[in-house]
C-alpha cells in the first residue's frame, strides 16, 4: 500500500471501512452489478461496478459486443485492444467506473456455461489477447477487473466445487493470462468461488498473498 492510502485507511471511520467493503444503494442507480458510495470529506470518490465481458450491463443502452470467444478466434491482439478500447470508452460515457471483465477462465469443459465469455483454451493466446485488452479498457479510464482467480471452469456448482490441481498445471494453464492482465496493469482482480485444493480461493493465502501479491505484483 502508498503512504498515501495508509494515510487515508488511518482516517476512516469503522463506519465508513465497512461501507467501502460492503458497498451501498446508488442514488443513481443504472442496474450495474455494484456500487461503492466512497467517502466525500476525504476526497474518495464513488465507484460504479459493471458487468461486461461482451458489453457494458446496465438499463441504459449500450453496444451488444462479438463474444469474447469469438475475439479469441481472430488471433489479433489489436482487435483485443480495440473491443476493450470500445467497453473502455462506452463504460465512461454510461457514468462506470469499473468493469467486471475481462474473463479468462481457461476453456477446460466443454459444457461450461460461460464459456462464450472466455478467451479460449490456450493459455498463451489468452495471455497475449487480455494483456492488449486490459491496455484498451484502461486507456479510456475505465478499470479492468481479470477474473475469476482462478481455476474456475463452470457454473454448477462453483460455489463449493473443490478443484484439486498441482502447481504445474496451476501454473502453465490457469495462471498465465491472470498474470499477463496484472502486467498489464490491470486495476482490480476478482476472487471464484470455487476451493483450490480445498481452500476457498478468496481466502486462500497461497493463491492471493504468495501467488498474486507477491509473485504477479
Request: with cysteine; proline share 6%.
Amino acid at each position: 500500500l502508498t503512504p498515501r492510502v495508509l494515510q487515508l485507511i488511518g482516517k476512516l471511520t469503522l463506519s465508513e471501512k465497512l461501507s467501502l467493503v460492503r458497498g451501498g444503494e446508488d442514488p443513481n442507480n443504472l442496474g450495474q452489478a455494484g456500487y461503492i458510495p466512497g467517502v466525500p470529506r476525504l476526497g474518495i470518490g464513488p465507484l460504479r461496478l459493471t458487468d461486461g465481458p461482451a458489453g457494458i450491463r446496465v438499463t441504459k443502452p449500450a453496444t451488444a459486443m462479438p463474444a469474447p470467444v469469438s475475439m479469441a478466434a481472430t488471433f489479433n491482439p489489436d482487435i483485443a485492444r480495440r473491443f476493450g478500447a470500445t467497453i473502455g470508452k462506452e463504460g465512461r460515457a454510461l457514468g462506470q467506473d469499473v468493469l467486471l471483465s475481462p474473463m479468462v477462465n481457461i476453456v477446460r469443459q466443454p459444457g461450461a456455461g460461460r464459456n462464450f465469455e472466455t478467451l479460449g483454451e490456450d493459455p498463451l493466446l489468452a495471455a497475449s489477447l487480455v494483456s492488449a485488452q486490459v491496455k484498451g479498457v484502461q486507456q479510456n479510464g475505465l478499470i479492468a477487473t481479470v477474473k475469476h482467480f482462478a481455476a474456475n471452469n463452470f457454473e454448477q456448482g462453483r460455489m463449493g466445487v473443490n478443484v484439486l490441481i498441482d502447481e504445474r498445471t496451476l501454473n502453465e494453464i490457469y495462471l498465465p493470462a491472470f498474470t499477463a492482465a496484472v502486467n498489464a496493469g490491470a486495476g482490480s482482480v476478482m476472487g471464484a468461488y470455487n476451493k483450490i485444493n480445498g481452500t476457498y480461493c478468496c481466502e486462500n493465502s497461497a493463491l492471493l498473498e504468495t501467488t498474486l501479491r507477491q509473485k504477479m505484483d
